[in-house]
Structures are given as structure tokens and as C-alpha cells.
């Protein structure tokens, strides 16, 4: 890069930086400068003090995100498919192409706890604390998971913790359904490695996806269903994310409601 142009990156970088934009909010960049896109008032001021050297150039017609999706689906059913064990499942996630879509996020995160245990938690998405231990569940809805799981005789050596998304959403954002379409194929492949006999999925988006329903989260909560994987009928129970919980502690007593359901099943 010219010195020129290096200047004028600095120059604008302490301009975004002066006016509180601190963190990405997107995966993708705007496209300021696209023939068809309406930028608002704030997008035109930045386009306007963005130096011509560092504005992006007219790129060929961008990808379609619900084809590159597709794709990317595709591939990820044949690469689970390949993986013998958790090892080379683990592996085999962490060289897919899918990471493109969470370019922030800086460790896999695969899984915790006892990969044999009879029950498997499924959460939604790292987050910051996560994507730095590269482990599910170990900020402060972790630690509510914990005390969850101990007030009914559980913990980390007897369950076996994951995510629909092993990489971590840029900003925290709620993963969308396409994203977790893309990683279902490593995720059923991660059930069918593991065998759990129960399944107990955390907050909406796991059971929405886990479930193929649009159903809330509030309907389906405490509710037994049923999903095969790899010809194996293995029972499902949706309960609240602890993150929700944290947020309404009144909720919690449903949350208690479900983890007493689960461990009579267990000892059933
Ligand atoms: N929330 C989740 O859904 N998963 C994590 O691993 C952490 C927070």
C-alpha cells in the first residue's frame, strides 16, 4: 500500500473510531458503491469521506447468498459424511469453507463435556467468552448452565454440551436459520457419532432448527418430540436458553419444570 493511501486508511479509521463505530456489525461489507444499492443518509456520508483510493472497486454480480448456501450445505453433508469419528469431525469443521461466514470468530468450538454421556445439549452459538476458551457454554450463561444441570445430579462429565454453530456470530447476533442449515450436516453427524439418548436443545433457534418447525420456543418448551438421525429415533426436549433466563428470571420456572421432565426420563 502507497503511503498515501495508508495515511488516508489511518485518517479514516480514527474518523469511524472518533464517532463510537468500534465494532462490526455485519459479516458482509455494504456495498457503498453498487449500482443497485440505496445507501441511507449515514452509509452516503461515509461514502462521501471514504478517499477514492480506498473506495471498493465494481465488482462482478455478487454471489447469491441462498445458492452459496446451498453449495455450502452440499458440501458440508459430503464432508461429515467422510468423518469416522469426533476427531475427524472436529477437523473436518475446522477446514470448511462455512467459516467464511463468521470472519471474526477465532476458535472452532466444537464441543464440552462427556462426548458418551446419554444426554447431548444443543445451545445456539459461541459467544465472546467461547470464542475465546474455544469450549460451549463457559461465559455467564455457562455458568447458569452449570448450576442447572447441577440442582439435578448433572454436570460436565455426564452430559455432553455443543452448538448449532461452531463459529462465533459476529456482534453476538442470533445465528439465522440459513447459517444453521449449512452446519446441520456436522451437527447430526455429531449426534450420530456420539449417540446420546436424549437430546435436550437450548432456546429457539437449536429446537426450530433440530425440529424443522417454525414453532416458538415458548409452545415447544417441556414438550417431548422425537427426531431420526441415521435411522435412530432419539427423543428431543426443547427447553429456554439460560441467556433468555438471565434476561427473565421469572422464566426460570419453566426452565425448572423441563430439567425435572429429564431427569425423570433419565432415571426412567
Ligand atoms: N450461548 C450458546 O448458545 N452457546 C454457547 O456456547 C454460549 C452461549
Redesign the pocket.
Known amino acids: 500500500m502507497e503511503q498515501e493511501t495508508k495515511q488516508a486508511a489511518r485518517a479514516l479509521l480514527a474518523w469511524y473510531r472518533e464517532a463510537g463505530v468500534d465494532e462490526a456489525i455485519g459479516n458482509d461489507a455494504a456495498a457503498l458503491y453498487a449500482a443497485d444499492a440505496a445507501p441511507s443518509d449515514a452509509m452516503k456520508k461515509v461514502a462521501e469521506l471514504t478517499p477514492l483510493s480506498l473506495r471498493p472497486r465494481q465488482s462482478a454480480k455478487a454471489p447469491d447468498p441462498a445458492e452459496d448456501a446451498a453449495r455450502l450445505s452440499g458440501d458440508a453433508v459430503a464432508l461429515a459424511a467422510a468423518c469416522g469419528d469426533l476427531t475427524a469431525l472436529k477437523d473436518a469443521m475446522l477446514a470448511f469453507e462455512g467459516k467464511a461466514h463468521f470472519p471474526a470468530a477465532r476458535n472452532l ?1 466444537f464441543a464440552d463435556g462427556n462426548p458418551e454421556a446419554d444426554v447431548m445439549l444443543i ?5 465472546e467468552q ?1 470464542d475465546r476458551q474455544g469450549l ?4 455467564r ?2 455458568h447458569l448452565l452449570d448450576a442447572m444441570l447441577k440442582a439435578i445430579g448433572l454436570d460436565r462429565t455426564s452430559v455432553y454440551i455443543t ?1 448449532i454453530l461452531p463459529w462465533r456470530p459476529m456482534g453476538n447476533r442470533t445465528p439465522t436459520m440459513q447459517e444453521g442449515m449449512i452446519f446441520l450436516p456436522f451437527l447430526l453427524r455429531h449426534i450420530e457419532l456420539s449417540q446420546p439418548k436424549i437430546l435436550m436443545t ?2 429457539g433457534p437449536a429446537a426450530k432448527l433440530l425440529l424443522d418447525t417454525t414453532e416458538g420456543i415458548m409452545r415447544m418448551r417441556g414438550r417431548w418430540q422425537e427426531i431420526n438421525v441415521a435411522d435412530r429415533s432419539i427423543p428431543v426436549l426443547p427447553t429456554l ?3 433468555y433466563l438471565l434476561r427473565t428470571p421469572l422464566a426460570k420456572r419453566e426452565a425448572w419444570a423441563d430439567l425435572l421432565e429429564l431427569k425423570q426420563r433419565l432415571g426412567s
Open positions: 468450538v445451545g445456539e452459538a459461541p459467544g467461547e460451549p457454554f463457559v461465559g450463561s455457562g452448538n437450548l432456546g436458553h439460560p441467556a
